[in-house]
Every structure is written in C-alpha cells, then in structure tokens.
C-alpha cells in the first residue's frame, strides 16, 4: 500500500522595509518573508491556492494596493495563461 503524500504549499513575500542607520540617513532593505504555510488537503489547483493568498495577503489592505509582481515556478495550476494562479490574481487587479 503506497502512502498518500501531503501537498504543502507556502506564500513567500519581497518587500521592501525603510531602515534608519545611526547617521539617520533612511535606507531600504529587501526582506523575504513567508507569511503562511499551508496542507492542503483539498486538491492543489488554482482557485485553492488563490483563496489562500487571498485570505493570507489580499486581504491586507497596503498589499493589495503595492502589489508590483507575481512570480512562481512555472507548475500549470500556477503559471497557466487561462486558468492559473496568475490569471486570477490579474483578474482580481
């Protein structure tokens, strides 16, 4: 009996953070943040993984209005030009 494989899927954000060093001259500073981490249970395809970026960062309203990109490893339910995760969120903006 094979065992089933958990399907873990997380949402890593770039954003740029203002910083003063001790001159106070302000700097920015790229961060990379994962801001959630699911199992997913239900099936792996777009409408899932948009609900869940949805519920974790769309929601946050200075994200929705600075978001500048979207990238992603190029899996279909991701990258597909109709019906992935991309597609969504362009739909949404």
């Known amino acids: 009996m094979q065992k089933k ?3 873990i899927y997380a949402l ?3 954003n ?3 910083t003063v060093d001790a001159k106070g001259v302000k700097r ?3 961060q990379n ?4 981490i699911k ?3 239900e099936s792996s395809d ?9 519920e974790k960062l769309l929601n946050l309203n200075p994200i929705e209005s600075n978001m500048v990109e979207y990238v992603n490893d190029h899996a279909p339910n991701l990258s597909c030009p109709h019906n992935g995760l991309g597609a969504l969120l362009k739909d949404k903006f």
């Open 46 to 54: 777009a409408k899932t993984m948009f609900h869940f970026v949805q």
């Open 33 to 36: 943040r994962i801001i959630g």
């Open 12 to 14: 890593k954000v770039r």
């Open 16 to 18: 740029l953070k203002e």
């Open 5 to 7: 494989k958990n399907k």
């Open 39 to 41: 199992y997913l249970k």
């Open 28 to 30: 920015n500073k790229l």
